[in-house]
């Protein structure tokens, strides 16, 4: 059975035909999909601070396997990711180059014990995240869906009510490099769903985002189906969609709006609270298992008004290998005028512990950040770790 027609089946059992539903009907599966199985998806290879799976386990193992037609797979499986997706090959933007996930783990165990029992066939491998190289990815259009002009689509801030179709884009897989917030095939317009570019009828048009797979996570570890979808972003906030079971659409974003209360406003904390993440958060740490997924669960606290959580942020990304520079420019960044004066002290805190010279060969912009904050601070070494910088340049202190 070829791709696209496996898609239609597995994503659809249980429903209507998969091109006949309204973009906001939401993925079905069969009630038993196994607790262990990671929520489908790519939401591993970004960044902590603006994931829609906050405290799921971070995928280490994938199955692959070359025909899933007689698979009872988890909800939002197969994903059809290239080698390089999963950390595994060269990068490529070769349709030939892909492979087929029919389930994701956190274990080994896990996946050779559901390899065995439901994909005898299958490979099972390590993942290793990459994401320098994530950004090409196969996009799959799950219905036939209408493609507008790109330029058209921008002006009009996404919104189609006076725009013609250019072109009918058939369902089915393409290949799409998303370079950022206004490069690449993924069109983000600043508070407008997000559109992506496809060829059609010998040119490129926009399709929504929604009829794709693009950003979507399917979680099938409650028991009603999760599905979430990224929906655009600005300002440093990352928007999602939401639907749970045959629910409504709800909108979530990975930050406060100004003014609003400190709050579990997703509802992923233990205790409805901010410290029931920020405790998990801790725990996830003393584990040392899964420490992105401390990550994770600590950045949604920060993000949303915690500042133990974003102190403790900064210990995980430290534990977990991230430049020194990041973590600093990161910390740094969060004491300004109005922020908590816990942050600020853990800031001065880490700008007299750690020496300048650990960052003498840091990248820019993270040294110019930095070295400036800590130079305005007067503690010895900043000043001349400043003068090596562009940004010191820039302002004239050299």
Same mark, same amino acid.
């Given at each position: 059975?070829?791709?696209?027609?496996?898609?239609?089946?597995?994503?659809?059992?249980?429903?209507?035909?998969?091109?006949?539903? #309204? /973009?906001? +009907?939401?993925?079905? @599966?069969?009630?038993? $999909? !196994?607790?262990?199985? &990671?929520?489908?998806?790519?939401?591993?290879?970004? #960044? /902590?601070? +603006?994931?829609?799976? @906050?405290?799921?386990? $971070? !995928?280490?193992?994938? &199955?692959?396997?070359?025909?899933?037609?007689?698979?009872?797979?988890? +909800?939002?499986?197969?994903?059809?990711?290239?080698?390089?997706?999963?950390?595994?090959?060269?990068?490529?933007?070769?349709?030939?180059?892909?492979?087929?996930?029919?389930?994701?783990?956190?274990?080994?165990?896990?996946?050779?014990?559901?390899?065995?029992?439901?994909?005898?066939?299958?490979?099972?491998?390590?993942?290793?995240?990459?994401?320098?190289?994530?950004?090409?990815?196969?996009?799959?259009?799950?219905?036939?869906?209408?493609?507008?002009?790109?330029?058209?689509?921008?002006?009009?801030?996404?919104?189609?009510?006076?725009?013609?179709?250019?072109?009918?884009?058939?369902?089915?897989?393409?290949?799409?490099?998303?370079?950022?917030?206004?490069?690449?095939?993924?069109?983000?317009?600043?508070?407008?769903?997000?559109?992506?570019?496809?060829?059609?009828?010998?040119?490129?048009?926009?399709?929504?985002?929604?009829?794709?797979?693009?950003?979507?996570?399917?979680?099938?570890?409650?028991?009603?189906?999760?599905?979430?979808?990224?929906?655009?972003?600005?300002?440093?906030?990352?928007?999602?969609?939401?639907?749970?079971?045959?629910?409504?659409?709800?909108?979530?974003?990975?930050?406060?709006?100004?003014?609003?209360?400190?709050?579990?406003?997703?509802?992923?904390?233990?205790?409805?609270?901010?410290?029931?993440?920020?405790?998990?958060?801790?725990?996830?740490?003393?584990?040392?298992?899964?420490?992105?997924?401390?990550?994770?669960?600590?950045?949604?606290?920060?993000?949303?008004?915690?500042?133990?959580?974003?102190?403790?942020?900064?210990?995980?990304?430290?534990?977990?290998?991230?430049?020194?520079?990041?973590?600093?420019?990161?910390?740094?960044?969060?004491?300004?005028?109005?922020?908590?004066?816990?942050?600020?002290?853990?800031?001065?805190?880490?700008?007299?512990?750690?020496?300048?010279?650990?960052?003498?060969?840091?990248?820019?912009?993270?040294?110019?950040?930095?070295?400036?904050?800590?130079?305005?601070?007067?503690?010895?070494?900043?000043?001349?770790?400043?003068?090596?910088?562009?940004?010191?340049?820039?302002?004239?202190?050299?």
């Amino acid at each position: 059975m070829g791709l696209r027609t496996l898609l239609l089946v597995c994503l659809a059992c249980g429903g209507t035909p998969l091109e006949t539903r #309204s /973009p906001e +009907a939401p993925e079905t @599966v069969a009630a038993e $999909t !196994p607790s262990e199985l &990671v929520p489908a998806g790519r939401w591993f290879l970004g #960044s /902590p601070s +603006a994931s829609g799976c @906050v405290d799921c386990p $971070t !995928p280490r193992f994938a &199955v692959l396997v070359n025909d899933e037609a007689s698979l009872e797979l988890g +909800a939002g499986y197969p994903l059809r990711m290239f080698r390089h997706e999963l950390g595994i090959g060269p990068l490529s933007r070769d349709l030939d180059d892909t492979v087929q996930v029919a389930a994701m783990f956190a274990t080994r165990e896990e996946a050779e014990s559901w390899r065995a029992g439901k994909a005898p066939e299958g490979t099972v491998v390590q993942i290793h995240r990459r994401r320098a190289s994530a950004s090409v990815q196969v996009v799959h259009v799950l219905r036939t869906s209408p493609g507008f002009d790109s330029e058209a689509i921008r002006a009009a801030s996404g919104n189609t009510e006076d725009l013609s179709p250019t072109c009918s884009v058939r369902a089915g897989a393409y290949v799409v490099e998303d370079e950022g917030y206004s490069e690449g095939d993924i069109i983000r317009i600043p508070d407008a769903a997000p559109w992506v570019r496809l060829p059609c009828g010998g040119g490129q048009v926009a399709v929504a985002v929604r009829d794709t797979d693009f950003g979507r996570i399917v979680d099938a570890r409650v028991p009603e189906v999760i599905e979430t979808q990224y929906a655009g972003g600005v300002c440093g906030s990352t928007y999602y969609k939401q639907r749970v079971g045959d629910g409504e659409e709800r909108t979530l974003e990975t930050e406060r709006c100004f003014g609003q209360p400190s709050q579990d406003t997703w509802g992923v904390c233990e205790g409805g609270t901010l410290d029931g993440c920020a405790d998990r958060a801790e725990a996830l740490l003393r584990d040392g298992r899964d420490l992105f997924r401390a990550a994770r669960v600590a950045a949604y606290a920060c993000s949303m008004g915690l500042p133990r959580a974003c102190i403790l942020r900064w210990t995980i990304d430290f534990d977990r290998g991230r430049p020194v520079a990041e973590v600093l420019a990161d910390a740094t960044s969060s004491c300004h005028e109005d922020a908590a004066p816990e942050l600020c002290a853990e800031v001065n805190r880490l700008l007299r512990t750690i020496s300048p010279e650990r960052l003498s060969t840091a990248p820019e912009p993270a040294l110019g950040v930095v070295s400036q904050a800590g130079c305005a601070r007067e503690i010895p070494g900043w000043c001349e770790l400043l003068e090596t910088s562009t940004l010191c340049d820039e302002d004239g202190c050299g």
